[in-house]
C-alpha cells in the first residue's frame, strides 16, 4: 500500500534517523512510502495551551493534507494521539468534522500500524543489548498502545527486555516542561531512577519527545544510559 | 501577598528539590499501591464495576432536584433538621446559629473536607467555642495549625517523630516516637472530648436518597463515637454526594475502600437517619444536616465538567498523580488538591486565579484511568485551558501561536526557519545557562540535542 | 425566596441540559438501561461461594486479616464456656450489654455486674466498662462485617465506646455479601429505619502515623465475633 508519513516538527529537526528508520523499513516491507512537504506540525502545542482556534489553523492543513491518503503512520505517540483522539474533538461543531473524523480513522502510530495493521512483528532485526520499554503516556492511555512494541522487540536478536518497576510519566508534557521547570525535571529524575535501577544499557521508546526530555537530564548529569527510538532499533540490521 | 499562581510556583520550586519530603511521599504511595492492586484484584471485574458506579452517579446528578428532594423529605419524616446553603457563609452561619440555639460550647469534629472548605473551624473558634478534631490525622495537623495534605491522609507528610514533638510541645505528653505509642495519648485525650463535647459535627461520604440516610466512611470510629455521645449532631454535606438507593452502597463502599486505602471495605461505614429515635437507648436529641451548593450549581450547570460532581473524594487520583508525589498537598494552596483539585477549583473559586492549577499537568492521563467513577480528569484540565484562555488570552502566547501556524504549514518558512534554528544553536553556548538564554526553561536542568545538520525533510527532498 | 428554593431553582435550570451518558460515544446522552441490579453488582464485586461452608470459611479468611476474632460454636453451651473463658483471660470485672435473648443468657453465664443500656444509661459508666457484647442484625461474608443498628445492639455508643466489642450472631444471620445484607436491611426495617446501622469490618484502626497499622485508634481495640 502507500504510507503517508507524517513527521512531525520535533523528529524532523532533531531526530531525522527515526524517520529515516521508518522509511526503510517500510520500503522493506514492499510499501510505497510518501511524506507531504507541509505540514511540520500537529498542533497540539497550541492546542494543549487552550489555544483552540490557533490549534486549528495548524491543524485544517494537516487535515487537507492527508485527506486522500491512504493510511496515515505517525512516527510520534503523543502527536498520533492529537489527530486520532483530539481532532474530532477539536473539530466538533466545525465544516471539517467529517474529515478529521476521516483522517483519525486512517492514522496509527508506528507500532500500532506494523502490529495491529500489517500483523508483522519480526523485521529481521538485531540489537544484542538489555533495554526498557518507556510508554508515553499518550500511547499508553490515549491510543491504548502497551502490547505492539513489546511485540516487536521480542522479535529483536539478541535483545533483553527488562521492564522498570512502575509505569509513570516521565515528565515532558509539552510545554509543561518550559513552564513548570522544577516539577517537569523532578518527574524526569524519578524516571531515570527507575530505568537506572534495570541495569539497562539503552531506553527504547516510541516518543522522541519523551526520549529528548530524558536523555537531556541524563547527559546532564553525565549519566551512562542511552535513549533510542523504537524505528531506530528495528531498523539495525548489523551488530552494533 | 503573593498571587495563587505566584504561590504554587515558587512552593512547587521549593518542594521538588525537597528530596526527603519526596521520598516520604512517594514511599507511603508506593505502600498504597501495593494493597489498592490486591483489592482490585479482588473484584470479579473492576472495569465493569467502574461503568456501574459511574452510569449510578449519572443518574444522581443529572436527576439531583428529584433525588435531593427524596432525601430531605427521608430524613424529615424521622426528626431530623434540613438546612440549605448557597454558600459557605451560609453554611458557616447556620452551623453558628444551630449551636447557638442548642447552647452548645465544646465542639467534638469528624472529618469533612467540605468544612475545610468553608474553613468552618477558624469560624467556629473566632465564635468562641472549642473544636477538637477527632480524626488522628486531622487531629495532628489541627495541633500544628496546618492544613491537611491529603483527602484522606492528613498526615502523610510527616514522621513520627515530628508528631512527637508536636505532641510533647502542645499536649505536653509524647512517652516515645512509636507509632502505636502516640496513637494511644491520641486516644486519651480524644476520649474525654466525646464525653464532653456538646455537639458533634460530621461530614458525609455519601446520601441516600431513597430512604433519606446519610452514610458515613471511616477506620477509627472517631465518627461513630461524635455521633453516638453529644446531644446535638451536625452534618455538613455537598449536594452532589446523593447516590439514588440504599443497594448502590453496595458497589461504592468497596469502591472506596480499594481506591481510597486499598482495603476491600472501610473500618466503619455507618447510615445515620435521624435523631435518637423513641425507644433507641442513645443518640443526639437533635440531628441537624447542612446542604451546601456553594459554586456546586454552576458546575452543573457546565454540561462538559457535570462528572466532575461524580467525585466520591476518595483520592485515587492523587495517590497516582506523578506531580502530586514531588509537589505534595499543601503546595496546591487550596482545599482540593491532585488533579480533582485541579479540576474543580478554578470553576470554584475563579478560573482567572486558579487556572495555573490545571496548566500544572503533563496530561498523562493516570488520574483518569485511576478514578473509579470514570470522570475524564485529563480532558477536563484541557477544557479548563482552552475556557481560561478564550476568557482572558495571553496576548504573546496568542501572537506565538498565531505566528507559528505559517511557518508550520509553509514548506518554504519551515526550511527557513530549519536553518535559522541551526544557526542559532551555534550562538547558543555564549548565552547557555544564563538568564538571557531563550531556552533558559529547559536548559537550567536539561542538555538540549543539537538541530540535525540534515532535517527529515531536507533529507526527503534529495532523495526525490 | 428561601434558600431551598433558590438552589432547587439552580439545580433545574442546570438540568435542562444534558450532560453525556459515561462510556458511549460523545454525543449520546440517554442511558440504555436502568440503574444497575443487585445481579449487576454481583458480577463485578468480589465472588462469593454458595454453600454455608465456604461463607463461614470466607468470612473466618477476612475476620483473620482484619485482626477481629472469629469464633463458631456449635450450641449454647459451647457458646458460653467460650464467654467465660474470653472473661478470664481477658480479667473482666464488669461488662456493658443490652437486652436480648443471646445477650441474656451471655450475661448471666458470665455472672459479672452488668450496664444494660436499655432505656437510658450514663455514658461516664459506659466509658469505665472495658467490654460491650452486643447482638448483630447481619455478618458479612464478602467483607468479614458485623451490621449492628441502634434498635437491636443496644444504642450507638456500646459497639464502639468499651475498648473491646465483642457480637453474638446466631447461623441464619450470615449473609453472603452486601448485596444480600442491604436487601435484608430493607425487608426487615421498611419504611422504619433505626437512627443509626453500622457495617463494622475489624477493630478500630488508623494508618495516620507514617501508614503503620494501629488498633484501637478511638474504638474498640478488639472485636470479637461468635457465630453461634
Not at chain 1, 517500510?26 to 512510502?33: D, F, Q
Not at chain 1, 478529521?100 to 507500532?111: T, W
Not at chain 2, 502505636?180 to 486516644?187: D, P
Request: net charge neutral; hydrophobic share 40%.
Amino acid at each position: 500500500m502507500t504510507v503517508t508519513l507524517f513527521i512531525p516538527c520535533f523528529v524532523d529537526l532533531f531526530y531525522p534517523q527515526v524517520g529515516m528508520a521508518m522509511v526503510r523499513i517500510l520500503e522493506k516491507l514492499g510499501h510505497r512510502v510518501v511524506c507531504p512537504d507541509a505540514p511540520a506540525c500537529c498542533g497540539q502545542p497550541a492546542f494543549n495551551t487552550g489555544y483552540w482556534d490557533e490549534s486549528r489553523d495548524v491543524a485544517v492543513r494537516v487535515l487537507e493534507q492527508f485527506r486522500d491518503a491512504e493510511v496515515v503512520v505517525i512516527a510520534s505517540g503523543s502527536c498520533g494521539a492529537m489527530v486520532k483522539m483530539f481532532y474530532p474533538e477539536l473539530f466538533a461543531g466545525t465544516p471539517q468534522e467529517g474529515l478529521a473524523r476521516q483522517v483519525s480513522a486512517k492514522c496509527f502510530e508506528f507500532a500500532q500500524f506494523l502490529v495491529d495493521q500489517l500483523g508483522v512483528t519480526d523485521l529481521g532485526a538485531q540489537f544484542p543489548h538489555k533495554v526498557t520499554y518507556h510508554d508515553g503516556c499518550h500511547s499508553l492511555r490515549e491510543m491504548d498502545i502497551h502490547e505492539a512494541p513489546r511485540k516487536l522487540l521480542q522479535r529483536i536478536q539478541g535483545l533483553e527486555l527488562v521492564e522498570m518497576s512502575q509505569t509513570i510519566c516521565c515528565g515532558f508534557g509539552g510545554t509543561f516542561s518550559a513552564k513548570f521547570p522544577m516539577i517537569s525535571t523532578a518527574m524526569g529524575e524519578v524516571k531515570c531512577d527507575l530505568a537506572a535501577q534495570t541495569g539497562v544499557e539503552y531506553i527504547v521508546s516510541s516518543d522522541s519527545s519523551c526520549l529528548m526530555h530524558i536523555q537531556g537530564l541524563i547527559d546532564r548529569r553525565k549519566g551512562r544510559l542511552k535513549t533510542i527510538h523504537l524505528a531506530e532499533v528495528l531498523a539495525m540490521t548489523a551488530v552494533r | 501577598m503573593n498571587s495563587p499562581a505566584t504561590q504554587f510556583k515558587h512552593d512547587a520550586v521549593r518542594l521538588t528539590a525537597d528530596r526527603r519530603h519526596r521520598q516520604i511521599i512517594n514511599t507511603a504511595l508506593d505502600k498504597y499501591a501495593v494493597k489498592r492492586d490486591e483489592k482490585k484484584g479482588l473484584f470479579q471485574d473492576w472495569l465493569g464495576a467502574r461503568q456501574l458506579a459511574a452510569e449510578t452517579k449519572w443518574e444522581a446528578v443529572n436527576h439531583l432536584d428529584r433525588y435531593l428532594d427524596q432525601f430531605v423529605r427521608g430524613l424529615e419524616a424521622r426528626g431530623a433538621k434540613v438546612h440549605w446553603a448557597s454558600t459557605g457563609e451560609q453554611a458557616r452561619d447556620l452551623i453558628l446559629g444551630i449551636l447557638k440555639a442548642r447552647n452548645a460550647r465544646t465542639v467534638v469534629k469528624s472529618k469533612a473536607m467540605t468544612a475545610e472548605e468553608i474553613h468552618l473551624n477558624q469560624a467556629l473558634e473566632k465564635a468562641g467555642h472549642t473544636v477538637v478534631e477527632s480524626d488522628l490525622g486531622e487531629f495532628i495537623v489541627q495541633l500544628r495549625g496546618e492544613p491537611p495534605y491529603h483527602i484522606v491522609f492528613p498526615a502523610m507528610h510527616l514522621t513520627r517523630s515530628e508528631i512527637q514533638e508536636t505532641f510533647q510541645q502542645k499536649l505536653g505528653d509524647a512517652p516515645s516516637d512509636n507509632p502505636e505509642e502516640l496513637t494511644m495519648v491520641a486516644r486519651r485525650v480524644l476520649r474525654q472530648k466525646y464525653l464532653q463535647a456538646d455537639a458533634g459535627i460530621t461530614g458525609a461520604n455519601f446520601a441516600v436518597a431513597d430512604l433519606g440516610l446519610i452514610s458515613l466512611t471511616e477506620n477509627e470510629g472517631n465518627a461513630r463515637l461524635t455521633a453516638a455521645l453529644p446531644r446535638t449532631m451536625i452534618t455538613l454535606l455537598g449536594i452532589e454526594k446523593v447516590v439514588p438507593r440504599l443497594e448502590d452502597l453496595a458497589l461504592f463502599l468497596p469502591m472506596l475502600a480499594t481506591v481510597g486505602a486499598g482495603q476491600l471495605i472501610s473500618g466503619y461505614n455507618t447510615l445515620y437517619g435521624g435523631p435518637r429515635q423513641p425507644g433507641e437507648p442513645d443518640g443526639p436529641e437533635e440531628f441537624h444536616v447542612v446542604l451546601l451548593d456553594n459554586h456546586r450549581t454552576a458546575l452543573l450547570a457546565d454540561a462538559e465538567q457535570r462528572d466532575t460532581l461524580h467525585c466520591i473524594r476518595c483520592g485515587a487520583c492523587l495517590n497516582v498523580c506523578p506531580i502530586y508525589r514531588n509537589i505534595g498537598g499543601h503546595s496546591y494552596g487550596t482545599t482540593y488538591c491532585g488533579p480533582i483539585g485541579a479540576v474543580i477549583t478554578p470553576n470554584l473559586r475563579g478560573l482567572q486565579d486558579w487556572k495555573h492549577l490545571s496548566y500544572s499537568s503533563s496530561l498523562c492521563g493516570a488520574c483518569t484511568e485511576a478514578c473509579p467513577v470514570g470522570i475524564n480528569l485529563h480532558h477536563h484540565l484541557l477544557q479548563n485551558r482552552r475556557n481560561a484562555s478564550r476568557q482572558k488570552p495571553s496576548w504573546w502566547q496568542k501572537l506565538a501561536f498565531q505566528a507559528f501556524a505559517p511557518m508550520a504549514n509553509c514548506r518554504v518558512l519551515w526550511s527557513l526557519v530549519t536553518k535559522v534554528g541551526r544557526a542559532g544553536q551555534k550562538l547558543h553556548p555564549l548565552v547557555l545557562g544564563t538568564r538571557l538564554d531563550p531556552a533558559y526553561a529547559w536548559t537550567q536542568t536539561r542538555d538540549l540535542p543539537p538541530i540535525a545538520k540534515t532535517s527529515f525533510k531536507e533529507w526527503w527532498r534529495h532523495r526525490l | 425566596m428561601s434558600e431551598r428554593d433558590s438552589i432547587f431553582a439552580r439545580v433545574r435550570e442546570a438540568l435542562t441540559v444534558t450532560a453525556p451518558f459515561p462510556g458511549l460515544p460523545h454525543d449520546a446522552t440517554r442511558p440504555p438501561r436502568e440503574l444497575p441490579t443487585a445481579a449487576d453488582h454481583r458480577r463485578v464485586l468480589p465472588a462469593v461461594g454458595a454453600s454455608l461452608a465456604e461463607r463461614v470459611a470466607l468470612f473466618a479468611k477476612n475476620a483473620a486479616e482484619l485482626r477481629a476474632d472469629f469464633k463458631v460454636v456449635a450450641d449454647g453451651d459451647e457458646l458460653a464456656t467460650e464467654l467465660r473463658r474470653l472473661r478470664d483471660a481477658e480479667g473482666w470485672t464488669r461488662l456493658a450489654s443490652h437486652r436480648g435473648s443471646l445477650t441474656d443468657s451471655a450475661c448471666a453465664t458470665l455472672g459479672l455486674p452488668v450496664l444494660l443500656t436499655d432505656g437510658g444509661y450514663d455514658k461516664h459508666e459506659l466509658e469505665t466498662c472495658p467490654v460491650g457484647i452486643t447482638e448483630c442484625d447481619a455478618l458479612v461474608a464478602q467483607t468479614g462485617s458485623v451490621v449492628v443498628t441502634s434498635r437491636t445492639a443496644g444504642g450507638r455508643a456500646l459497639s464502639v465506646l468499651p475498648p473491646h466489642h465483642v457480637a453474638l450472631a446466631r447461623r441464619d444471620q450470615l449473609v453472603a455479601d452486601l448485596p444480600e445484607a442491604l436487601a435484608r436491611l430493607r425487608a426487615r426495617y421498611g419504611a422504619d429505619f433505626p437512627s443509626m446501622i453500622s457495617f463494622i469490618t475489624g477493630p478500630s484502626r488508623t494508618g495516620d502515623i507514617e501508614r503503620i497499622l494501629v488498633l484501637g485508634a478511638h474504638g474498640p481495640k478488639k472485636l470479637t465475633i461468635f457465630l453461634a
